[in-house]
């Protein structure tokens, strides 16, 4: 079944069902349904088919979604060429995945050498194209969705999905079918844009942001959301919202995704924000693999046992299989995952392996069936032969009161293979002096301690709230040097 | 950085390999003045400390040493001195 067909089948039955809401409008399915059918035979009046690729560069919330609905309808593969990206980025993306035009809103969407479709002038033409067939039956397994990963660990990975991949995810997720769900990151960002499209797939209605500037808890208690789903940095702005205005409404259950969702964070939020915290683990290639309910926070920083569908195994060195709470690597098996990279073999001759994915993440399955995640495994720091990993140290230095988060990276030694070193962000009127937390760490890591550690104003994050560790290296490179 | 800050750096990592004595104001003031400049056989270190010496030596001097490499040196004043003029070089 298409993502057409499905919405087609909401919009039959359940057409006054709000499908997506926003701070001035609400959309029923009947609505969307129509208005990604009356755009989809503009964007074919206009040109385009299911040969070509096309960028879409398209910022207003609603807008993206129903541009993507229509591409999907009428078979042409998409990639998201996000409006905050500098253009010569969005080029070499759009190279990557072989992209013949951009769709966008204004001319500084545009790119050099690629044919532009401004959204306006696609809508302009809706009229003309009233009455012209709506399309024939496609194969839903060609991969219409390119989406790219966060690029934490070089220039971004790109995955490639068909209809039957994201419908495959979309049910093995979360059921949103009753549900309204808020996702304040943008709908540029993938897993955003999974997110909404698993909703609309399942037929539950996406509350969008869209610009809005109120706080979190006023917004989700204006829209009635029944599920609020967060980064670990909109985690903690989460938390100073709540501070302000309040804690969620009792109905809203919280999804942390993303990053590594601290105890700290979970502890505060329980406490104070909602009961119904919820943390996942998930990857762009394999969507979620494990979701750790509320009564299953501890100190462990578990992310709950592998949803149903999911397979997991974590592996010795040897690639034996590890016992109940030995540390290994990680590997998944998920309904619809990916089989490999889009233009990089290497990566995928690493990755993907007899079957399954491989993300390089560190882990533990234990006796009780939560999966716990340590890290990746290329960042593990060996010095003078001893294993280190940058989470243990990072989850001792959030145990300071000072502390709000730290990140640990090692500093290159020819003698010593690599000296564990952090930088920590503390938190708002804190004092405390690198010095201190050295010996603070000691005290509990003995000699996996970081060496050094430096007080940032703030730790450099991507915009999904990972820490850039290249960056952390790099600066104290510099400063060596 | 003066004398007084290298031999901090040494003190720093006589603790982090867990030497006591570095701890006593007894011996840590005297060395940090330059009144006190103990030899090393007569500190004993074992090599977890003598690691953590080299360690801290890299990570705030940037000067590469291997633990095997503190034998050259007569006293840890002697160590401090030869870092001074490296970092001087």
């Known amino acids: 079944m298409t993502f057409a067909e499905r919405l087609a089948g909401h919009a039959q039955r359940r057409a006054?069902?709000?499908?997506?809401?926003?701070?001035?409008?609400?959309?029923?399915?009947?609505?969307?349904?129509?208005?990604?059918?009356?755009?989809a035979r503009a964007l074919r009046h206009s040109g385009v088919d299911a040969a070509e690729i096309v960028g879409v560069t398209v910022r207003g919330e609603v807008d993206h979604l129903v541009v993507t609905l229509a591409l999907l309808a009428i078979g042409t593969p998409t990639v998201v060429l996000a409006s905050r990206e500098p253009a010569a980025s969005r080029?070499?993306?759009?190279?990557?995945?072989?992209?013949?035009?951009?769709?966008?809103?204004?001319?500084?969407?545009?790119?050099?050498?690629?044919?532009?479709?401004?959204?306006?002038?696609?809508?302009?033409?809706?009229?003309?194209?009233?009455?012209?067939?709506?399309?024939?039956?496609?194969?839903?397994?060609?991969?219409?969705?390119?989406?790219?990963?966060?690029?934490?660990?070089?220039?971004?990975?790109?995955?490639?999905?068909?209809?039957?991949d994201l419908a495959k995810h979309a049910d093995a997720h979360i059921d949103y079918s009753r549900e309204r769900v808020l996702r304040p990151a943008h709908v540029e960002y993938n897993n955003s844009k999974r997110l909404r499209l698993y909703t609309l797939w399942q037929g539950g209605t996406c509350v969008l942001a869209d610009g809005s500037t109120d706080a979190l808890p006023v917004l989700c208690a204006r829209h009635d959301a029944t599920?609020?789903?967060?980064?670990?940095?909109?985690?903690?702005?989460?938390?100073?919202?709540?501070?302000?205005?309040?804690?969620?409404?009792?109905?809203?259950?919280?999804?942390?995704?993303?990053?590594?969702?601290?105890i700290g964070l979970r502890r505060a939020l329980l406490a104070e924000a909602t009961p119904r915290l919820h943390v996942s683990y998930g990857t762009t290639e394999t969507s979620c693999v494990?979701?750790?309910?509320?009564?299953?926070?501890?100190?462990?920083?578990?992310?709950?046992?592998?949803?149903?569908?999911?397979?997991?195994?974590?592996?010795?060195?040897?690639?034996?299989?590890?016992?109940?709470?030995?540390?290994?690597?990680?590997?998944?098996?998920?309904?619809g995952m990916a089989t490999g990279y889009v233009d990089d073999d290497d990566a995928t001759?690493?990755?993907?392996?007899?079957?399954?994915?491989?993300?390089?993440?560190?882990?533990?399955?234990?006796?009780?069936?939560?999966?716990?995640?340590?890290?990746?495994?290329?960042?593990?720091?060996?010095?003078?032969?001893?294993?280190i990993y940058p989470v243990e140290i990072e989850r001792i230095l959030e145990r300071h009161p000072a502390v709000e988060s730290a990140a640990a990276f090692p500093l290159a030694s020819g003698v010593h293979g690599q000296i564990p070193v952090a930088a920590v962000e503390l938190r708002a009127?804190?004092?405390?002096?690198?010095?201190?937390?050295?010996?603070?760490?000691?005290?509990?890591?003995g000699v996996r301690a970081p060496r050094r550690i430096e007080?940032?104003?703030?730790?450099?994050?991507?915009?999904?709230?990972?820490?850039?560790?290249?960056?952390?290296?790099?600066?104290?490179?510099r400063e060596e040097g | 950085m003066d004398a007084r800050a290298v031999r901090q750096v040494l003190i720093d990592g006589l603790e982090a390999g867990g030497f006591a004595q570095a701890r006593r104001t007894t011996f840590r003031e005297p060395f940090l003045d330059g009144t006190l400049d103990?030899?090393?056989?007569?500190?004993?270190?074992?090599?977890?400390?003598?690691?953590?010496?080299?360690?801290?030596?890299?990570?705030?001097?940037?000067?590469?040493?291997?633990?095997?490499?503190?034998?050259?040196?007569?006293?840890?004043?002697?160590?401090?001195?030869?870092?001074?003029?490296?970092?001087?070089?």
């Open chain 1, 16 to 39: 006054d069902a709000p499908a997506l809401v926003t701070p001035c409008a609400t959309i029923t399915y009947g609505a969307l349904a129509q208005e990604v059918g009356s755009l």
């Open chain 1, 91 to 164: 080029g070499r993306l759009a190279a990557r995945v072989g992209v013949a035009r951009v769709l966008g809103e204004r001319s500084v969407d545009s790119i050099a050498g690629l044919r532009f479709l401004a959204l306006d002038a696609v809508r302009a033409g809706m009229r003309a194209a009233e009455g012209e067939p709506d399309g024939t039956s496609r194969d839903p397994s060609r991969r219409l969705l390119y989406l790219t990963g966060s690029g934490t660990t070089g220039e971004p990975k790109i995955v490639a999905y068909a209809e039957r």
């Open chain 1, 227 to 262: 599920w609020l789903e967060v980064s670990p940095v909109h985690g903690a702005s989460l938390l100073a919202a709540v501070r302000e205005h309040g804690p969620l409404p009792s109905r809203t259950r919280v999804r942390i995704g993303g990053a590594r969702a601290p």
């Open chain 1, 290 to 335: 494990s979701l750790a309910g509320p009564s299953m926070h501890d100190a462990r920083e578990s992310v709950g046992p592998p949803v149903a569908g999911a397979e997991v195994e974590v592996l010795r060195a040897d690639r034996s299989p590890a016992a109940p709470g030995e540390s290994g690597t990680i590997r998944l098996r998920t309904p």
């Open chain 1, 349 to 387: 001759a690493r990755h993907f392996r007899d079957g399954w994915f491989e993300p390089g993440d560190l882990a533990t399955l234990d006796v009780d069936g939560q999966l716990v995640i340590h890290g990746r495994a290329d960042d593990m720091m060996i010095m003078n032969g001893i294993n």
């Open chain 1, 429 to 445: 009127g804190m004092r405390c002096a690198g010095g201190e937390l050295v010996a603070f760490a000691r005290d509990l890591l």
């Open chain 1, 455 to 477: 007080v940032l104003a703030a730790l450099p994050r991507n915009a999904q709230g990972k820490v850039l560790k290249r960056e952390l290296v790099a600066g104290l490179a």
């Open chain 2, 38 to 89: 103990p030899a090393f056989d007569d500190l004993e270190l074992d090599s977890l400390a003598r690691m953590e010496v080299c360690i801290a030596i890299e990570v705030a001097l940037g000067i590469s040493l291997a633990p095997e490499e503190l034998q050259r040196y007569r006293s840890l004043g002697a160590l401090a001195d030869d870092l001074l003029v490296r970092l001087a070089a």
